[in-house]
């Protein structure tokens, strides 16, 4: 075996510079140097080190709290109407622009990370990845639903709201939601994960539409709603999530033949994070000002929380119990490591995504922070994270769940268990074709209003703070993205631990090159080609050692 490189000195001694007589270094303990230069010198920079390696988060969560008391302050000095339409849309322009920037980044982001991970997984690794990542999303979804129902029906956020369908007209805008059938949304979910032209899905995607038609009878005339479907504006991102896995294991088949194809994509994807490392220090403005224009579009935020405070209330604490307890716990279950440490380092995506309230564009900086600040290898959190901001949508199967709820109690509907689980099954799977941009829970949310038969018009009771509810929505998805991946990379190290395989390429990475091109070739290569180990294997590990 070749012995491991020499490590630092695990007491923090160091040497001073100064020789004795006998020529040999002094060694003092670095903990004693630092005193001895001063504990208040030591602790600022200390504080100074802190500062400058979270500068970014700090900028960001300043960047909220500013952005709301921005907000607050002008809509106190007039709001919209005193700024009239051309200065709202001056003033919203920052927050405009970073949101063109980050979209502009989700399509070559999403395909070549894809396409470089699946890539560089060996198949069975893939599928048992894929698995896992699947498993997890589809459990917290379900935890979520369930816990949605459960504080909706212990808070009754609709039962105290008899009166509240006459203000509808206030607060909504008026417009009938489309009533859309479940099985026509299914059906979209399955023609958008196969699309017809890889063109027209980077900004199209396909959905059903109704048209009403009359139809002749033998004695009247009948009302018919028959399904159109056709293209509409939005980027199929479920498409291009599936055909960009499928190309990467396509290429990984090819061998040697394909590696130029991948390098290529791991390229423009190195890339691609490097504009994100610069677009990163443009989110703090950003979101003051996406925060702030959306308080001042609000007419009266005052009356707004005073109708509907309670199923606002029911919705944040769903979302906090299931980000701050639900999901450290799942973590802290399978890990063992402390799963705020591990929020802390994706404080960024997760202000942006409030800011945003767009997964999709919280995709670039979740990637780079999980990378960076969490551990977790490349190959990693750009194969699942994509697929994360596809199909996990914790946050807006709760929300679904409780305004299900909600307006079954203002309609005073009763829910027995048939419909209760029914809600939770929609949501579940009605969250997996949820669009990654602001107020796509509230497109699927009809689905699931038609499933239990409740009036789908009370949706724009919805809509009027769908602004604020949306936005935590967003930051749990992304939230349960960030913990997917760290417990796939606590998976990953756990099975090579386990595998001789690693430990091989471990051996191999850690020797010097000058030994590994002056070793003999046959005893190199029981190493490097396991003579009693299965085909498969031997591939697999000839393939990694080239990547």
Request: one cysteine or more; charged letters at 15%.
């Amino acid at each position: 075996m070749v012995a491991d490189p020499p490590r630092g000195d695990p007491k923090g001694f160091a040497a001073t510079g100064e020789t004795k007589a006998n020529g040999v270094s002094t060694l003092i303990p670095v903990e004693d140097r630092d005193s001895a230069a001063g504990g208040c010198c030591s602790s600022r920079a200390q504080v100074r080190r802190c500062l400058r390696a979270n500068l970014l988060v700090l900028l960001t969560v300043v960047a909220v709290a500013a952005g709301v008391a921005l907000g607050l302050g002008v809509s106190g000095a007039g709001g919209a109407l005193a700024l009239g339409p051309a200065r709202l849309a001056a003033f919203a322009f920052p927050g405009e622009l970073l949101l063109r920037l980050l979209r502009m980044i989700i399509l070559p982001l999403v395909v070549c990370s894809l396409v470089g991970g699946a890539a560089s997984l060996d198949p069975s690794a893939l599928g048992r990845l894929g698995a896992w990542a699947l498993l997890f999303f589809l459990v917290t979804t379900l935890l979520s639903s369930a816990l949605g129902v459960g504080l909706a029906l212990a808070l009754q956020p609709g039962a105290a709201f008899a009166a509240i369908n006459a203000s509808v007209g206030v607060l909504g805008d008026g417009k009938p939601a489309p009533s859309k059938e479940v099985l026509d949304s299914f059906l979209d979910l399955v023609r958008n994960i196969f699309p017809s032209n890889l063109v027209s899905a980077a900004f199209r995607s396909y959905a059903t539409h109704y048209e009403i038609r009359k139809v002749a009878g033998d004695q009247n005339e009948t009302l018919v709603k028959v399904p159109l479907g056709g293209e509409v504006e939005g980027m199929n991102i479920l498409g291009l999530v599936v055909f960009a896995i499928v190309f990467g294991v396509a290429l990984r088949k090819l061998g040697p033949d394909g590696e130029l194809l991948i390098n290529f994509f791991n390229s423009f994807n190195d890339a691609t994070m490097v504009l994100v490392s610069w677009i990163m220090w443009y989110a703090p403005v950003g979101i003051l000002f996406l925060v702030a224009s959306k308080i001042v579009e609000m007419e009266d935020v005052g009356m707004l929380f005073a109708s509907l405070g309670k199923y606002i209330l029911c919705c944040l604490l769903g979302h906090a119990i299931h980000g701050l307890l639900v999901l450290p716990l799942i973590y802290f279950l399978f890990t063992r490591k402390n799963p705020y440490r591990f929020l802390w380092g994706i404080m960024t995506p997760l202000a942006t995504a409030f800011g945003t309230s767009s997964s999709s564009a919280t995709l670039p900086l979740m990637m780079k922070c999980v990378e960076e600040k969490n551990g977790v290898s490349r190959h990693i959190s750009r194969f699942i994270l994509p697929i994360g901001a596809t199909v996990n949508m914790d946050g807006a199967a709760l929300f679904q769940c409780v305004a299900a709820v909600f307006i079954a109690q203002l309609n005073q509907q009763p829910l027995d268990l048939v419909k209760i689980i029914t809600i939770l099954v929609t949501a579940t799977a009605s969250s997996v074709g949820a669009a990654g941009i602001p107020a796509g829970g509230v497109l699927t949310l009809a689905i699931i209003l038609e499933a239990v038969s409740l009036p789908v018009h009370d949706l724009s009771l919805i809509l009027a703070v769908d602004w604020l509810v949306d936005r935590s929505c967003t930051v749990l998805n992304v939230e349960g993205d960030a913990f997917g991946a760290g417990l796939l990379q606590n998976y990953v190290d756990r099975t090579e631990s386990r595998s001789p395989v690693p430990e091989l390429i471990q051996v191999k990475s850690e020797t010097p090159l000058p030994q590994l091109l002056s070793a003999p070739p046959e005893e190199g290569n029981p190493l490097l080609k396991p003579c009693l180990g299965a085909a498969g294997d031997a591939d697999t590990f000839e393939k990694e050692s080239v990547m």
